[in-house]
């Protein structure tokens, strides 16, 4: 039961990435350019997180359904995995809800 979220996570983040594959989104429209963001903003989010646990913000919450791994105190390993899942997630959002705008008929404003 300790890796049904990590499993969960990972099997969101694969969805995503065939969402991605079937509309050629973010990491097949520009691969490397995907890489950079991606990990530009796991290690931006993880920052945040480690600022966080610093100044007493944030907390790991006790799960029966994590696996209970620690990388670092308070920072557990399903914590990266969510933020790659979280950056990837908003990227394919983001870039399909810009191709839906561009490709909407332009309407005149009088």
């Not at 995907?34 to 903003?41: Q, R």
Request: net charge positive.
């Amino acid at each position: 039961m300790g890796v049904v979220y990590l499993g969960l996570l990972l099997t969101f983040l694969g969805c995503m990435l065939l969402i991605d594959r079937r509309f050629r989104l973010f990491f097949w429209n520009d691969r490397r350019a995907a890489l950079v963001v991606t990990l530009v903003g796991t290690v931006f989010f993880l920052l945040w997180d480690a600022a966080g646990i610093v100044l007493g913000i944030f907390f790991r919450g006790e799960a029966v359904v994590a696996t209970g791994i620690m990388l670092a105190p308070e920072m557990p390993l399903e914590e990266p995995v969510f933020l790659i899942f979280l950056v990837v997630c908003t990227m394919v959002i983001y870039t399909g809800s810009a191709r839906l705008i561009a490709a909407a008929p332009r309407r005149q404003v009088r």
